[in-house]
T-cell receptor, first 116, second 111 residues
Framework: GAVVSQHPSWVICKSGTSVKIECRSLDFQATTMFWYRQFPKQSLMLMATSNEGSKATYEQGVEKDKFLINHASLTLSTLTVTSAHPEDSSFYIC????????????FGPGTRLTVT | GESVGLHLPTLSVQEGDNSIINCAYSNSASDYFIWYKQESGKGPQFIIDIRSNMDKRQGQRVTVLLNKTVKHLSLQIAATQPGDSAVYFCAEKYTGNQFYFGTGTSLTVIP
């Protein structure tokens, strides 16, 4: 089956610094990837749609200058949390859609971000 | 718009019993739905999907029912096992390829 990886799996950073999270599709090419955020005991909230070779589409209320998304290749999307603050601490999950596989999205294992 | 996360409702069942997990989705234009299972600290795993032109779909030990009149989905798990303990989310698609997740239900199976 389709596999999506994320790196790192967890990261601790100091307030004010930036953190980059990578999402890779390992055995398929993904023209579209998605980034979600999940707070403890809550649902996944879609942050943005990452489109290969073009600008990301952000959901309402998500700051595009704070959450920078780059989808430079068909197998890699990155999310950079800029000037992170403690309230950005969360579980960040990416997913990728295999264009040959219908609408199903394959999820990565998530990245736990803690901002101190 | 997308569902807003709330604190998860919980469901406890005895091992071997059937489980029914419910989900109210938000958009009457949604045309495709997926149930996902999420274990602690992991990403969601696909369980079963259903298109809006269907009202029932069966998989191995799982059945999804769709009632478009009241915008309701349910996931039935037969003979629930301890390994089924997890959080279950429904997700709906109504624009492009984006999916929006429901609140989720935490299922605990009692041995």
């Amino acid at each position: 089956g389709a596999v999506v990886s994320q790196h790192p799996s967890w990261v601790i950073c100091k307030s004010g610094t930036s953190v980059k999270i990578e999402c890779r599709s390992l055995d398929f090419q993904a023209t579209t990837m998605f980034w979600y955020r999940q707070f403890p005991k809550q649902s996944l909230m879609l942050m943005a749609t990452s489109n290969e070779g073009s600008k990301a589409t952000y959901e309402q209320g998500v700051e595009k200058d704070k959450f920078l998304i780059n989808h430079a290749s068909l197998t890699l999307s990155t999310l950079t949390v800029t000037s992170a603050h403690p309230e950005d601490s969360s579980f960040y999950i990416c997913s990728a859609r295999d264009p040959s596989g219908g609408y199903e999205q394959y999820f990565g294992p998530g990245t736990r971000l803690t901002v101190t | 718009g997308e569902s807003v996360g709330l604190h998860l409702p919980t469901l406890s069942v005895q091992e071997g019993d059937n489980s029914i997990i419910n989900c109210a989705y938000s958009n009457s234009a949604s045309d495709y739905f997926i149930w996902y299972k999420q274990e602690s600290g992991k990403g969601p795993q696909f369980i079963i999907d259903i298109r809006s032109n269907m009202d029932k779909r069966q998989g191995q030990r799982v059945t999804v029912l769709l009632n478009k009149t009241v915008k309701h989905l349910s996931l039935q798990i037969a003979a629930t096992q301890p390994g089924d303990s997890a959080v279950y989310f429904c997700a709906e698609k109504y624009t492009g390829n984006q999916f929006y997740f429901g609140t989720g239900t935490s299922l605990t199976v009692i041995p």
